[in-house]
């Protein structure tokens, strides 16, 4: 069985069937779709959406409801962001289990609005003040919508932070033709709630990477709050062990973890020469791209990664490898490994990819020149996969 | 509540950080002694804090307590009060946040959430050296206005008066009536909002050498009055969500339209149509219509549209792909088909045509011709007496023609993606246009 579907109707659906219940947000061109359907059918199953009177407050109110009991969404594009930027520090402080989704739209400031880009990659990683980490996944299909909403909302109740669904114009817009079973509906953990008999800190946790058990306003806990550096129980500190320990703990709890986040897709090919990287719907290009250099008898390896923060480096340094083990360019005299990474934007993963291949490649050896190019648009129109053959060399 | 609570402050935490004479102690303190009288379950209550001196105050509580960012407060507290309306919800702010909080403020009072706002008004931000705020009175000298505050204060009672909050006071830290007025408006069922003016001992009161006495003028001769300003018996947001929605409970939420293929198609290698057109003109339902019976047909099919953010002016473009296997790249370079039928989109479609070859069919309104393009031309005549295609149904009519006479799948398909996923109405008008389009293919 098949569906025509958008991404946004596929987040929507996704974040119904992940037990979202509390949604609110603020209109914004490509992002309005899953406002609306929130509104339509969230109090269907029970659940509250609003509109709030902007960006800040919408966030406030989600943020609000989670520490609540509720299992809150909300979802803008880059624009809207940029007002959510405090707030999602607060929800790192404050350890908010919390889904946001981004539809990417071309920036800067109010850019394009019905326009194609990926230039939120280092803003929603690097947009808060002080620069703790969070998690953001980033879906390349329909389906991926569908799937990774539900990841997120699985992620938030795990890691207790903002998990990002960053899309895009292209892929939350476009109709696609969705084979049903690819859409899977995983179950979502249930949030860790602190036992009513025992004694409630409420940001005691038990070990540096380690995630205290959550208890809601009006439970049977008495809950405090804050966004300001804070002890154990949640009162202001100024206490430097403390304090560093708090910030540890917020980049432990998710760095320490990154193997239950990070997702890619690989398409590793013996003997190829060519790596392409990318997310999104850039992505798609490059799967049509390794789809017609095959046809042709050329061999490349393709990577596409679904989680995007933290970086899955690993599964990037294992493709890179891979690259070396394969190549037989070396015998065919050529000395350069080359990977391309294509994206919507002025080389924001790209510049990623060159910090990991700074590093020695262990599996090559002797050691082998590795170029890195980027493939990048900013023009408001997609990555063609002849662009991406070309700048691969194997056009 | 088993046992009787003496306080709601917290003796572990007393006493409390504020500068001696500060009138934020006679706040906690009214507002202690109001939730003794009112005997609250701390378990029930929240205090919702945000920044400057006052925002130190939910430390001081034993209570739940959110310290959140500046101004953001009330946003958070509504939050809470939409996910748990059992919950007795208290904001503390003070000028400082009527300024940046100004707009959650005004649309909280606007929807008559249920909660209970202090405005701790000493005039100035005392917390970061008594810089003027939005309720600093005209004329007043703090470190940021120097020569005297040029702009005039703000009155937060009439503004949240006007906005339609449900119960509205001004006193002042030296009314003995003031734990009573606030016991008032905790027990309010909706915004509540009480704006208590008080003396900032560090800075605004030795800056301006404002006394008790300066206070008391200024609401005298000043126009602000005192007391219960405001009561509106509106219905509580949280409460009137609640109700508001109850229908709704039950019903069924998308899950969208399973199309399964039944019918056959022609298509060997990709088949990108692009269809241009006016906003309003239904461009973007007749691409989704084409790629619903491609699906419907066993294909494959994307659509991808391009409008400007006008609604109802501009052009509208939709790009349609038809493809035997999962489409990635969702762009067209150049079309196999073009479908123009407005004026509107003559930029786009000439790019089009331009790039468009021999083996290409460019299905065209008559009345946009003549074209140059290496592209076969088909003339659409929408004015055809016998038919008369309304501007709204252009696109689709069109697409009776193309599949018609391209035969990409059978027309059964398209027709039956209009029944199955049109609402009756509009079900009734698209087949009747593409009916005519069937009429108008044999001319072609």
């Known amino acids: ?98 889904v946001v989704v981004d539809v990417q739209r071309l920036g800067p400031a109010t850019g394009g609005a019905t326009t194609v880009a990926q230039g939120d990659v280092q803003f929603v990683r690097w947009g808060t003040s002080g620069g703790y980490p969070l998690i953001a996944l980033s879906p390349a299909t329909v389906a991926d919508c569908y799937n990774l909403t539900l990841r997120a909302f699985d992620l938030a109740e795990r890691f207790r932070c903002p998990v990002f669904v960053l899309t895009d114009k292209e892929v939350a817009s476009t109709m696609d033709t969705v084979d049903t079973e690819e859409l899977e509906p995983i179950p979502v953990r249930a949030r860790e709630i602190a036992s009513p008999e025992c004694a409630f800190e409420p940001c005691n946790y038990p070990s540096l990477d380690q995630n205290v058990a959550m208890s809601p306003f009006g439970g049977p806990h008495l809950l405090r709050f804050t966004t300001s550096t804070h002890d154990e129980q949640g009162y202001l500190t100024k206490n430097p062990v403390k304090i560093d320990r708090l910030n540890h703990h917020l980049i432990a709890k998710i760095e320490r973890h990154q193997d239950e986040i990070d997702q890619v897709r690989a398409d590793l090919q013996e003997g190829a020469e060519v790596l392409l990287i990318s997310y999104g719907i850039t992505a798609r290009a490059v799967e049509e791209a390794v789809r017609y250099a095959r046809a042709e008898g050329k061999r490349l390896s393709a990577l596409t990664l679904l989680s995007l923060w933290p970086l899955p480096e690993k599964a990037i340094g294992e493709a890179i490898a891979s690259l070396c083990s394969f190549s037989h360019a070396q015998e065919q005299g050529r000395e350069e490994i080359r990977i391309v990474v294509a994206e919507l934007n002025d080389g924001q993963l790209r510049r990623e990819v060159e910090r990991i291949v700074c590093r020695p490649l262990r599996s090559c050896r002797p050691q082998r020149s590795v170029q890195v190019i980027g493939v990048h648009r900013i023009d408001g129109e997609l990555i063609t996969p002849q662009q991406i053959l070309q700048a691969g060399g194997v056009a | 509540m088993s046992t009787h609570i003496d306080t709601y402050l917290d003796p572990r935490r007393l006493p409390l950080p504020f500068c001696p004479g500060c009138g934020h102690h006679t706040v906690l303190k009214a507002l202690d002694e109001a939730l003794v009288s009112l005997q609250w379950d701390p378990h029930q209550t929240v205090i919702v804090t945000d920044i400057g001196c006052i925002g130190l105050s939910d430390s001081y509580f034993s209570t739940n307590a959110f310290h959140g960012l500046h101004g953001r407060s009330i946003t958070y507290a509504t939050g809470i009060k939409l996910a748990n309306p059992d919950l007795h919800v208290i904001v503390l702010i003070g000028d400082g946040g009527c300024g940046i909080g100004g707009n959650h403020l005004i649309n909280a009072a606007r929807r008559n959430v249920g909660l209970t706002v202090l405005v701790a008004n000493n005039f100035n931000f005392g917390m970061t050296g008594g810089q003027h705020s939005v309720l600093t009175p005209h004329g007043a000298i703090t470190a940021t206005t120097r020569a005297g505050n040029l702009e005039r204060p703000l009155d937060v009672c009439a503004i949240a008066g006007v906005c339609g909050a449900g119960w509205v006071a001004r006193s002042t830290v030296f009314d003995p009536d003031l734990p009573a007025l606030i016991a008032q408006g905790l027990q309010h069922d909706g915004f509540a909002l009480i704006d208590i003016w008080e003396l900032c001992t560090a800075y605004y009161a030795p800056n301006n050498k404002f006394t008790k006495r300066d206070m008391m003028n200024l609401l005298e001769y000043g126009g602000f009055a005192t007391g219960v300003l405001i009561e509106n018996a509106r219905p509580e947001y949280a409460a009137a969500y609640r109700k508001a929605i109850k229908e709704e409970a039950g019903k069924q939420v998308d899950k969208g339209k399973v199309l399964e293929p039944r019918f056959t198609h022609s298509i060997e290698k990709r088949l990108k149509v692009m269809i241009v057109g006016a906003a309003g003109g239904r461009v973007r339902s007749t691409g989704h219509l084409l790629g619903q019976g491609a699906v419907l047909a066993g294909l494959y099919a994307t659509q991808r549209d391009d409008y400007p953010v006008t609604v109802m002016t501009g052009h509208s473009i939709c790009e349609t792909i038809l493809d035997t296997q999962p489409i990635g790249y969702t762009g067209i370079e150049r079309p196999d088909v073009l479908i123009w ?56 009519v069109a697409l009776g023609v193309v599949l018609q006479q391209e035969k990409w799948y059978p027309f059964e398909a398209l027709e039956e993606a209009v029944q199955q996923t049109q609402r009756e109405e509009i079900a009734r008008s698209n087949l009747e246009a593409l009916a005519m389009g069937k009429k108008l293919s044999i001319n072609v």
């Open chain 1, 1 to 98: 069985m098949r569906e025509f579907l958008d991404g946004n109707t596929a987040i929507a659906r996704a974040a119904i069937d992940a037990g979202c219940d509390f949604f609110a947000g603020y209109p914004i061109t490509p992002a309005t779709p899953i406002l609306q359907a929130m509104m339509r059918d969230l109090p269907r199953v029970g659940g509250i959406a609003v509109q709030g009177e902007d960006e800040i407050a919408s966030i406030g109110f989600c943020i609000g409801a989670a520490m609540a009991g509720r299992r809150a969404l909300t979802a803008t594009s880059g624009p809207g962001i940029s007002l959510y930027s405090e707030n999602l520090g607060l929800a790192q402080m404050g350890e908010v289990p919390l």
């Open chain 2, 341 to 396: 039928v407005a004026e509107e989109g003559r930029r786009q479609a000439m790019a089009a045509l331009t790039r468009m070859t021999a083996a290409d069919r460019a299905y065209i309104a008559g009345d946009l011709l003549p074209v140059q393009s290496e592209a076969q031309i088909i003339s659409l005549d929408f004015e055809r007496p016998d038919l008369r295609v309304r501007a709204q149904n252009r696109a689709i």
